[in-house]
């Protein structure tokens, strides 16, 4: 991934002046800030980043600069990166399942929190973490929809099973708390309603009084056309559910937002290769590359089509199939996307809300992937 000093406008600048034939995703640092400081504003609580949504280090240091001072990181190699990005931040080691070696490496870097969802793997902690001032969230799940994509499906012991591991690991003297993941683009903000009154019930089946409570990523970013989620409105239901649910025993509260702080942040310039026999768009990147989760988590809609001189199209609309470029057939973008009727063969394709999960998983399978990340004043378009 290369990276160019040059600071656009916005991105049909980046279109008219380049006109680039590989995948182009532009990083806007005011509006990443603005996001962050939204929520530091706005949540009750302390905020933290899921590295794993991006990990551009111009993403951290832009967060570190906003005043983000935590992080939930899943790997040593992103331990590693804030220890060195992000010095005095804290690290919660949010990936419940770790080999004996991961545990190792970051009892060394000093990691003080950590999420656990089995008896095996908080055997684990017991042997081998220092209980003094160190923190286990047991990670718990519910049946509960509302999010784009099903987090509980690998992590996350059901209730009964959290009490159990929650007076476990507070009888073996570390700092009890409860933590868990609504599921990612989660546009429902009963599910943490639901969430937050489990882990009331927890608390009080475990006779424990939790420190605190993480209520997880899945803020959801603006991906379809329509108003953007209103982040406020979440940060609120969860300040009042947790009010009533714990009253005097409300623990403190964390979320750790990966697409809800990175999403918005980043848009996405692709190229029209070829629309064949007038029917199918052939693009330069697609679920190999930046465009990964969009079979997972559903189509962005918040496309636009622009010439080669970077002028819009504004064509009524035909619903397309989109192809990747690569000759896998599962390459190909879910459903149909309603694109302009006059778009052409070397127009660029521009999707929004592109920051999360993109430049992460993009691979270079069949020899594309080549993408490069851009910096802009603004993502308007
Ligand atoms: C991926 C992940 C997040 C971030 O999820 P988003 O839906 O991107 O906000 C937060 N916490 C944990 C433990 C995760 O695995």
């Known amino acids: 991934m290369g990276l160019s ?30 996001t962050a400081r939204r929520f530091i504003a706005g949540f009750p609580g302390l905020v933290t980043y899921a590295v794993k949504s991006n990990p551009d280090e111009m993403v951290v240091e832009n967060l570190v600069a906003a005043g983000i001072r935590g992080f939930d990181v899943a790997s040593p190699f992103e331990i590693d990166m804030i220890r ?42 017991i042997e081998m973490v220092p209980t003094e001032g160190c923190e286990i969230s047991v990670r718990f799940k519910m049946p509960v929809n509302g999010a784009a994509y099903n987090f509980g499906a690998k992590f996350g012991a059901t209730a009964e099973l959290a009490a159990e591991l929650l007076r476990k690991a507070a009888d073996a003297g570390f700092i009890p708390s409860l933590t868990f993941h609504p599921g990612t683009q989660c546009t429902d903000p009963m599910a943490w309603d639901a969430y937050i009154r489990t882990a009331a019930t927890i608390c009080d089946e475990a006779g424990v009084k939790a420190r605190r409570l993480n209520v997880g ?17 979440i940060f609120a239901l969860i300040d009042r559910v947790a009010d009533e649910a714990f009253g005097a025993d ?42 990964a989760e969009l079979p997972l988590v559903g189509n962005i809609d918040r496309v636009a089509v622009f010439s080669p001189e970077g002028v819009k199209r504004e064509g009524d609309t035909v619903d397309r199939i989109v192809f990747g470029p690569t000759c896998d057939s599962v390459d190909r ?31 270079r399978f069949n020899g594309f992937g080549q993408m490069e990340i851009v910096t802009a004043l603004s993502l308007k378009i």
């Open 5 to 34: 000093k040059t600071i656009w406008a916005n991105p049909s600048e980046i279109i008219r002046v380049r006109q680039p034939d590989h995948p182009v995703l532009v990083f806007a640092p005011a509006v990443l800030q603005a």
């Open 84 to 125: 060195r990005l992000a010095p005095g931040a804290a690290l919660h080691y949010h990936n419940p399942v770790r080999a004996r070696s991961e545990i190792a490496h970051a009892v060394k870097a000093n990691v003080k929190t950590w999420s656990v969802d089995s008896h095996s793997e908080l055997d684990k902690l």
């Open 217 to 233: 990523g899945g803020f959801p970013n603006h991906r379809t056309q329509g108003p953007a989620p209103v982040l406020e409105d």
């Open 250 to 291: 409300r623990p403190q509260l964390v979320c750790e937002p990966g697409r809800g702080l990175v999403g918005d942040a980043f848009t996405h310039i692709t190229r029209i290769k070829a629309l064949r026999d007038d029917t199918h768009v052939f693009l330069n990147d697609g679920v190999y590359g930046g465009l």
């Open 333 to 363: 973008l879910p459903g149909e996307l309603a694109l302009p009727g006059d778009l052409a063969e070397g127009d660029f394709l521009v999707f929004q809300g592109m920051g999360a999960y993109s430049s992460a998983t993009n691979t």
